[in-house]
């Protein structure tokens, strides 16, 4: 079975600056589909980014990138120019991308915190 | 957005109560899920359906029944409530070309007494 380790509960970074959170993510699939998600304190789950495991390229989203490496089975999410509204627990998930059963694993999340 | 309710948005209900959550969607997408989240969890699935009248269970399946009679509506029941289901729960339906990427609902708060 497919499992997602996130091994940070809690950041913290300044206003303005760059953090990164870590996802680790353990498959015997060559194909999948990962992601960020954020959720603020409001309980919504927002999706930040995706990535297919068949690209190379590293997803970006405006001032969020992710650092995907395959062979390390590594999923991390840097966000730049940190801003007060990122504060979240952020959400690394998996997804096959094939066969019938399209659960997102999920990891237990990072806890994000913004200091001004 | 991605057009989907829940409803209620929050319950307290008593154990050994059925309780029926509903999710509604408004863009007629063909799978929905039912999530739950728990601190230290994270979020598990519990059903899914990949089309009207089509259902499977989840990782966390027991003591939860789904419907699907219509494709804008996914319900999820507890047949009778016990203080381990108290969570939040989350729909969900699948966007994409592979219907890869899930989008979220607003979730329901459920305690469970």
């Known amino acids: 079975a497919q499992t997602v380790t996130q091994s940070q509960p809690e950041m913290s970074v300044q206003e303005a600056e760059t953090v990164t959170l870590s996802c680790t993510y353990d498959t015997s699939e060559s194909d999948y589909y990962l992601f960020w998600y954020k959720q603020p304190p409001s309980r919504q789950m927002i999706l930040v980014i995706r990535?297919?495991?068949?690209?190379?390229q590293n997803a970006t989203e405006n001032r969020f990138s992710v650092n995907f490496q395959k062979a390390a089975k590594s999923f991390s999410l840097k966000i730049s120019d940190s801003q007060l509204g990122d504060a979240a627990m952020y959400f690394c998930?998996?997804?096959?991308?094939?066969?019938?059963?399209?659960?997102?694993?999920f990891g237990k999340g990072t806890l994000l915190t913004v200091n001004p | 957005d991605a057009g989907i309710t829940q409803s209620p948005r929050h319950k307290v209900t008593e154990t050994g109560t059925p309780v029926t959550l509903r999710c509604h969607q408004t863009e007629n997408h063909r799978y929905m899920y039912w999530y739950r989240q728990d601190p230290g969890h994270g979020l598990r699935l519990i059903h899914y359906?990949?089309?009207?009248?089509?259902?499977d269970k989840g990782e966390v399946s027991d003591g939860y029944s789904v419907s699907r009679s219509k494709t804008e509506d996914f319900l999820l029941t507890l047949e009778s409530a016990t203080s381990s289901q108290t969570s939040v729960y989350f729909c969900?339906?699948?966007?994409?070309?592979?219907?890869?990427?899930?989008?979220f609902g607003p979730g329901t708060r459920l305690l469970v007494l």
């Open positions: 998930a998996y997804r096959d991308s094939g066969g019938s059963n399209y659960k997102l694993t």
């Open positions: 969900a339906i699948s966007k994409g070309t592979l219907a890869e990427t899930q989008y």
């Open positions: 359906s990949y089309g009207v009248k089509d259902t």
């Open positions: 990535q297919e495991a068949y690209k190379q």
